[in-house]
């Protein structure tokens, strides 16, 4: 449906398209005296947090926004969204002077305010990989009908959606693109999720090279091959820390999934259900990989796997683009013919009736979003299912601070959540909880020292975002401790020079 919606939403509007192109390309080589002889960027969010992932990239001639997404965790909108606010973004915006807007991935925290910006005037292009958009359009249009049926307001609606995926140009990794009049663009596959990439910016007549990660694994996955680092140069690096502190070593691939394996046979044993709230795009369809392989193999017990949630939709993107999938995974699609998100054993959830019919019903595995339980049927699931002990809940994505997740890691064992007449039902936590690091799209401590390493020739200075405040400056200390390269975590609003 999804993809459909993209590809009518483009059809529809071939020749409104082509003037948005025509214009693009009037602006990139608008020609001039271009002199650039300095670059800075400004922390607009995501800096010691983790959500509204957003940087300003200025040159004299050249304004480019790296991502641009909301906070889910908090329902405070001075925390949830990035500070577009302040005068020299108005200013910009208002006089149509940003370039670009480069998208590194379709997780909310960084695709989730895009929108928002066509609503206020800007009329220019988005840059992401083909998955990334169609995507982003699915998160996003949940996102508001989220909204709307909690009644909240909304900081966009489906228009806004339309009009991004009309504006966006689809990009492969390692195609090189002038975004600007002084700058070139390259996307490179992150291994976070599918379409994920990280963003490599040259600037001027080989002035400075920035290197934006956006969120990335460097290592494989059953779904994605590791993060591409072959960059010639990068002087400057913008880097995540979600598993940046000390502590956050993850447990090996191998060991997790055995770790859950273990867990979901000793909960069907005793007769109960498994609750795996997961990530629409990503955690849940590597999950969903490991639970068909396990269970076509025997060592996983028989039972029914349901599917419930916005993951049917985006793991039917994931089987559209499988060039962007592991090589693996690949060679079972294309050459055995053994497409695992086709098997018979995963079944699709459809209304609230099934749903019922599932609590109700006989031991089985659910997997559903969403990730951190803020919203949609994992709730569901988890009031009716959290007072049987012989039931257990599976953690297997990052709980972000403020989250109900997040409570229920901590060992809540009483969660308040507010029902849709205004009041607030207290649900007892008796069912067994297990939080399982291994499956983190997000590169651990170790992988993060290991790229900043395998880079440490070419960089001249690491910023450090997309971290809790205490996990983004333990990096930033260990990374200087260790390469002497000059590192700092800022914080949100703060403008560093570059050159």
């Known amino acids: 449906d999804t993809i459909a919606g993209v590809r009518a939403a483009l059809r529809d509007n071939t ?207 059953r779904l994605l091959s590791k993060a591409d680092i072959s960059y010639p140069r990068a002087e400057t690096i913008i880097m995540e820390s979600t598993y940046g502190g000390a502590e956050d070593i993850l447990s090996p691939r191998e060991d997790s999934e055995k770790e859950l394996i273990r867990v979901i046979n000793e909960t069907l044993e005793r007769k109960g259900k498994v609750l795996i709230p997961a990530l629409a795009v990503g955690r849940s369809q590597e999950v969903m990989l490991i639970l068909e392989d396990y269970m076509r193999r025997g060592v996983l017990k028989e039972a029914p796997i349901f599917v419930d949630g916005m993951i049917w939709e985006a793991t039917a993107i994931h089987t559209a683009y499988p060039e962007y999938l592991s090589k693996n995974l690949r060679s079972l699609i294309f050459t055995k013919d053994q497409n695992p998100f086709l098997t018979k054993s995963l079944e699709s959830v459809g209304n609230s009736s099934k749903r019922q019919d599932i609590i109700e019903g006989d031991p089985c595995i659910i997997v559903a979003t969403s990730g951190m339980l803020i919203g949609g049927p994992s709730v569901e699931y988890f009031k009716a299912l959290a007072d049987d002990p012989r039931n257990t809940l599976v953690f297997v994505s990052y709980q972000g601070e403020g989250t109900m997740g997040r409570r229920i890691q901590k060992g809540w064992n009483e969660i308040p959540i507010r029902e849709g007449n205004g009041r607030t039902k207290v649900i007892k936590v008796n069912m067994d909880i297990h939080t399982i690091e291994g499956f983190s799209g997000h590169s651990d401590r170790k992988q993060l020292m290991r790229f900043v390493r395998a880079m440490s020739r070419k960089v001249q200075r690491i910023l450090i975002g997309h971290g809790e405040a205490q996990k983004s400056m333990d990096l930033a200390s260990s990374i200087y401790k260790k390469y002497r390269i000059e590192t700092r975590a800022p914080m949100n609003l703060e403008t560093v020079r570059l050159v």
């Open 15 to 221: 020749e409104q398209r082509k003037q948005i192109m025509k214009k693009i390309g009037q602006r990139i080589y608008r020609g001039g005296n271009i002199k650039t002889d300095w670059v800075r960027v400004t922390c607009l969010g995501g800096f010691r947090e983790v959500g509204r992932s957003a940087i300003l990239l200025q040159t004299p001639e050249s304004k480019i926004l790296l991502d641009c997404g909301v906070n889910v965790a908090t329902e405070n909108p001075s925390r949830a969204y990035p500070h577009l606010e302040i005068p020299e973004i108005k200013y910009i915006l208002s006089n149509q002077e940003l370039d670009a807007i480069i998208v590194t991935h379709a997780h909310l925290d960084h695709s989730g305010f895009v929108p928002y910006l066509y609503k206020y005037g800007y009329d220019g292009p988005v840059y992401a990989t083909p998955p990334t958009r169609d995507l982003m359009s699915l998160l996003q249009k949940d996102y508001i009908d989220v909204a709307q049926r909690e009644e909240k307001a909304a900081p966009y609606s489906s228009k806004e959606i339309k009009e991004t995926i009309r504006h966006t140009i689809p990009l492969e990794p390692n195609d090189v693109r002038d975004i600007a009049p002084d700058i070139r663009l390259t996307l490179h596959s992150a291994g976070h999720i599918i379409g994920s990439t990280s963003v490599h910016l040259h600037i001027g007549n080989g002035l400075h090279n920035v290197l934006y990660t956006g969120d990335f694994k460097f290592a494989t996955s």
